[in-house]
C-alpha cells in the first residue's frame, strides 16, 4: 500500500500545508486536495473538490473521513453502505486495497461529511439527489457522468 493512497488534504488559504487535526468538522463546507490514485476514474490526484461537512449521507456517495488507524489522515472513499459499526468505504480503483477492506466499517464520528462536486481542473456534480438518477440515466453517457452518474456503464 502506498502512502498516498486514497489520501486527502484540507486546503487552508492561511497554511495550505498544515495537516488536518482530529475532530469532526460540522455544519460547513471546505475544500480537498486529492492525494492518490485511490479514487480513479472518477477522482484523480490533484482534483480540488467541494465538501460539506456534517452532511445526511446515502450509499454511492463520496465521502471524505478520518482513517480509522491514523486519524491525522483524511481520505475520500466512496460510502457503500451503512453497517453496525458505521460505513463501509471503498476505493473506486480496485488496484488499492487502502479501504474498508482492510481496515473494516469506519465510525460515523470519523466520517466528516459528503463530497458535492470536483471544481478543478474538470468541474463534476458528485451529489446528485436520488430524485435526480432517473432523468440522469435517459441522457449520453458521457454527460451524465459529469453531473454525478457514476454508477452507469457507456453503452457498448
Known amino acids: 500500500m502506498g ?5 486527502a488534504r484540507l486546503q487552508d488559504p ?4 498544515e495537516p488536518p487535526e482530529g475532530g469532526a468538522v460540522t455544519g460547513r463546507f471546505g475544500v ?6 485511490s479514487m480513479a476514474p ?13 452532511a445526511r449521507l446515502r450509499p ?3 465521502v471524505v473521513a478520518q ?11 466512496r460510502a457503500v453502505e451503512r453497517r453496525a459499526y458505521g460505513w463501509w468505504l471503498l476505493s473506486d480503483n480496485s488496484a488499492v486495497e487502502s479501504d474498508s477492506r482492510d481496515y473494516g466499517p469506519v465510525p460515523d464520528s470519523l466520517v ?5 462536486l470536483r471544481f478543478s481542473p474538470k468541474p463534476a456534480w458528485l451529489a446528485p439527489s436520488t430524485w435526480w438518477h432517473p432523468a440522469l ?20
Open 67 to 77: 482513517h480509522p488507524l491514523r486519524q491525522d489522515l483524511l481520505v475520500v472513499k
Open 60 to 62: 454511492g456517495a463520496v
Open 32 to 37: 480537498v486536495v486529492v492525494d492518490g490514485p
Open 112 to 116: 466528516l461529511g459528503r463530497v458535492l
Open 14 to 17: 492561511q497554511d495550505p500545508q
Open 137 to 156: 440515466r435517459a441522457l449520453p453517457y458521457g454527460f451524465a457522468r459529469r453531473l454525478g452518474d457514476f454508477r452507469r456503464l457507456p453503452n457498448l
Open 3 to 7: 502512502e498516498t493512497d486514497g489520501r
Open 42 to 54: 472518477t477522482l484523480a490526484h490533484g482534483d480540488h473538490l467541494l465538501c460539506h461537512y456534517g
